[in-house]
């Protein structure tokens, strides 16, 4: 999943996008303070950090 983040002084918006194509077509027409972010989840808990 892609996200890309835009700030402003008045609020914050977050668009979440399925493919880093259409995510960077995106970013290119958005304006502002903007940051495009890969979000990854792992399932497989061995690689999940231990606090123990």
Do not use: D
Not at 9 to 37: C, D, H, Q
């Amino acid at each position: 999943m892609w996200v890309i983040t835009v700030h402003s002084r008045k609020n914050t918006k977050m668009f979440e996008f399925n493919t880093e194509r259409e995510a960077r077509e995106a970013f290119e027409n958005i304006e502002g303070s903007k940051v495009l972010t890969e979000v990854i989840y792992f399932i497989n808990p061995y690689l999940a950090l231990s606090t123990v």
